[in-house]
C-alpha cells in the first residue's frame, strides 16, 4: 500500500481525493490546505479522513510514502522540492513549474533521491486520446500533418499565469504523446484586457523540421465553450471534440494528393472524400488512470505514461510562447 498525502484542496484537488480515496494499493492518509476553511468541506464528506493545514507536517512524517500536489503554478516548485528532499515519491499538477530551469532542478534532485516525479497531464488517459494514439500507431492515420487545436471559453481568470500556462498544457501534453517529433521552435501572440497584464487570449504555434504544424487557440473570453482538436493525417483525418457527450472522436477518411502539372509552373490537387466513422472509446474517469498510473509506478518501478519527460517538453514550450509574446510573436528557438 501507498501511502499518499494531498496537498491543495480547491477545485482539481476535490478531484484528486474522491478518485485517491477509491484507489486501490493505496491509502490517502491525509490532505492538506493552507486555508483551514477549505478542509472543513473536507470533513463533511470525507468525516474519517485525516486533514492539516500544517504544510510542514506532511514532509516530516515518514509515514507518508507519497504527495500528489494541487496548488497554484508558482507554488510547485517549492512544496515538489521539500517532498523529495524529504524522500517522497511527487505528483505534481500541471503545469510542472513555473520555469524550465525549476523543472529541471526537480528532475535532477529525483534522480538522485531515486523517487518518482510524475506530471498529471489527464487527458493522456481519457479513452478518446489513447484511441488516437492507438489509430496513428498502427499507421491508420499516416504520416501527421497539422494539429489544430481550439480550448477556449468562459473562464476563470488566474492572476499567477497566463491563458496559455492554464489551457495549453493539455493540447501540447496531447501533441507530444501523439507524435515523436519536436517542435525546434515556437511563436506566441496573446493579448491582456486586464490591467495586470496576464494574458486572457493567446495564440501558439510550434514549428517542426517536419512537415507537421500544431497550433493552439486558447482564451478564458469566450461565450461558447469549445474544446475541439483536428489532428490531419495524410491517410486520415480526425476530430476530436470533448464536448461531445459520447462520440468525442470522428474519422475522416479524406485526404488530398498533390501533383505537378505537365508545365510545372502549376499544380493539381486531387481530393479524396470518403467515409466518416466514430469509434468506440473506452469511458473509464481519466484521472482514474492517471491516479492508478502514479500509484501503480510507484509499486512497480515503473515509468508512467505522464512522465517528467513531457512534463518538461510542456514546460519548454510555455516558457518559450512567454518569450515570443512579450516579443510580439518572435519566433523562439526551443
Ligand atoms: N489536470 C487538470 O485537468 C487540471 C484542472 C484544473 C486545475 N489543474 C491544476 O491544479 C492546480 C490547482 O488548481 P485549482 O484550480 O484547483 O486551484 P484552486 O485555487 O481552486 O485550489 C488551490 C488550493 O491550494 C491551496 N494552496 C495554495 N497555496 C498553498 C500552499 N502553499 N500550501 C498548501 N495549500 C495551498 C489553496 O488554499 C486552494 O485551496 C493548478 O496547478 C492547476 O493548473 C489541473
Redesign the pocket.
Known amino acids: 500500500m501507498v501511502k499518499i498525502a494531498i496537498?491543495?484542496?480547491?477545485?482539481?484537488?476535490k478531484n484528486l481525493v474522491r478518485n485517491f480515496f477509491s484507489l486501490p494499493h493505496c491509502t490517502l492518509y491525509t490532505v492538506?490546505?493552507?486555508?483551514p476553511k477549505?478542509l472543513q468541506s473536507l470533513k463533511s464528506l470525507y468525516p474519517g479522513l485525516n486533514s492539516t493545514s500544517d504544510?510542514e507536517s506532511i514532509f516530516k512524517n515518514p509515514e507518508i510514502d507519497a504527495v500528489v500536489i494541487?496548488?497554484?503554478?508558482f507554488?510547485?516548485y517549492t512544496?515538489a522540492k521539500k517532498a523529495l528532499l524529504a524522500g517522497k515519491h511527487v505528483l505534481v499538477?500541471?503545469?510542472m513549474t513555473a520555469s524550465v530551469k525549476e523543472a529541471e532542478e526537480l528532475i535532477e534532485l529525483a534522480q538522485k533521491k531515486s523517487k518518482l516525479l510524475m506530471v498529471?497531464?489527464?487527458f493522456l488517459y481519457t479513452g478518446a486520446v489513447e484511441r488516437i494514439k492507438h489509430m496513428i500507431e498502427a499507421g491508420e492515420v499516416g504520416k501527421i500533418n497539422y494539429i489544430d487545436s481550439t480550448r477556449i471559453n468562459l473562464g476563470l481568470f488566474q492572476a499567477d499565469v497566463n491563458v496559455l500556462w492554464?489551457l495549453a498544457p493539455?493540447d501540447v501534453s496531447i501533441c507530444f504523446h501523439l507524435t515523436k517529433d519536436l517542435p525546434y521552435s515556437v511563436q506566441a501572440r496573446g493579448i491582456s484586457h486586464t490591467k495586470n497584464g496576464i494574458e486572457n487570449i493567446a495564440y501558439l504555434t510550434l514549428n517542426y523540421q517536419t512537415s507537421l504544424i500544431a497550433h493552439f487557440n486558447c482564451s478564458w473570453s469566450s461565450p461558447v465553450k469549445i474544446r475541439q482538436m483536428l489532428i490531419g493525417g495524410d491517410r486520415k483525418m480526425i476530430l476530436y471534440n470533448d464536448m461531445e457527450p459520447t462520440e468525442k472522436v470522428k474519422v475522416y477518411d479524406t485526404g488530398f494528393e498533390v501533383n505537378s502539372h505537365e508545365d510545372r509552373t502549376k499544380i493539381i490537387v486531387d481530393y479524396r472524400i470518403g467515409d466518416i466513422y466514430t469509434p468506440k472509446l473506452q469511458t473509464n474517469e481519466a484521472l482514474t488512470g492517471m491516479a492508478g498510473d502514479f500509484v501503480n509506478a510507484i509499486l512497480s518501478e515503473t515509468e508512467p505514461v505522464s512522465n517528467w519527460k513531457i512534463g518538461l517538453k510542456v514546460v519548454k514550450v510555455l516558457e518559450g510562447a512567454s518569450v515570443s509574446i512579450k516579443a510580439k510573436g518572435k519566433e523562439v528557438t526551443l
Not at 32 to 35: E, T
Open positions: 496537498i491543495g484542496y480547491g477545485y482539481w484537488g492538506a490546505d493552507a486555508d477549505r504544510i494541487a496548488t497554484p503554478v507554488t510547485h512544496l499538477e500541471k503545469p498529471d497531464h489527464t492554464d493539455h
